[in-house]
């Protein structure tokens, strides 16, 4: 390992980032250094941003992702190298937002019901009804639930925080009957062949995709989906912005705001014509006139 890398690994660590992060962020800027066989640190901003012009234009990556590859470049060259503005000319490319396609409560439940794997199923359940993380769903323990208060902890979400959010009654039962069936030891949902260690999210992640074909579910989106539908189904019972914050675990209100445009709309606007009353109305000739006026 170069001594570069190696710093650049070492305040990762320091600075909490997670294994996740670390290994994009690394891989970002070995990706940087074989483009131009050289050195990332003998590499200047201007030829970075023919690397981001490449990334756009011929590798077609997602802005996104190219965000992503900018950050990890942002923390080598303003954190690693300690070049302080070094790539404050790099333009960003703008994010486009999409809203998926979302799922109604029907089709969740017909998802749900086409996984006949009690395991995966559960799963499924509880990243539904609890809007959780795919990532998150696989790391739960038995000790996260809480009998008494009826309430689940997340540990080391996304952004390394913890969090306490309300379970379901109807949520604990299926858990209940799960865990009298498959007696876990330490994670709730655990490996084939290795007890102390969780179930990986690849196999999850295939599992509903066979259950969304099972039950023609033909709208594109992943088991992320779940969360998706969490969000928008509880905004339309009349569930608080700010409760849904915590719940899903948002650092800022506006990442939980979005789901404001995404909620379905059962009603049309209402017509505020037609509270002002005809005789009010000017006629289209005065109008005329005092327009030429």
Not at 18 to 24: A, G, K, L, M, N
Not at 69 to 84: C, G, I, M, N, T
Request: overall charge positive.
């Amino acid at each position: 390992m170069s001594p570069l890398r190696q710093m650049m690994s070492d305040l990762l660590v320091i600075k909490n980032y997670s294994i996740h992060t670390q290994e994009c962020y690394i891989r970002s800027v070995e990706q940087l250094s074989q483009y131009f066989n050289c050195t990332p640190s003998k590499i200047t901003p201007e030829e970075i941003q023919k690397w981001i012009l490449h990334l756009i234009s011929e590798a077609q990556l997602a802005p996104g992702t190219i965000k992503l590859r900018l950050s990890a470049l942002k923390f080598f060259y303003h954190d690693v190298l300690q070049k302080e503005h070094y790539l404050d000319k790099v333009p960003v490319p703008k994010g486009v937002q999409k809203i998926p396609d979302l799922l109604t409560p029907p089709e969740v439940d017909a998802i749900i019901q086409a996984c006949k794997n009690q395991k995966y199923r559960t799963m499924m359940i509880v990243c539904y009804a609890c809007g959780l993380r795919v990532s998150e769903v696989v790391n739960l323990t038995i000790k996260d639930i809480e009998q008494y208060n009826m309430t689940l902890k997340i540990c080391q979400g996304k952004g390394n925080k913890d969090r306490i959010i309300p379970i379901p009654r109807t949520l604990f039962d299926v858990l209940k009957h799960y865990i009298e069936h498959y007696t876990p030891v330490t994670f709730l949902f655990y490996h084939q062949h290795n007890q102390l260690k969780a179930i990986g999210i690849s196999s999850l992640q295939q599992m509903y995709k066979a259950a969304k074909i099972k039950a023609e579910i033909i709208k594109k989106g992943g088991i992320h989906g779940l969360r998706h539908a969490f969000a928008t189904h509880q905004l339309a019972c009349g569930l608080s912005l700010y409760t849904l914050k915590e719940i899903l675990g948002h650092s800022s209100i506006k990442s939980t705001e979005r789901y404001l445009h995404w909620v379905p709309q059962d009603s049309a606007p209402v017509d505020l014509l037609s509270n002002i009353k005809k005789n009010r109305t000017l006629p289209a000739q005065q109008t005329d006139v005092e327009g030429d006026k």
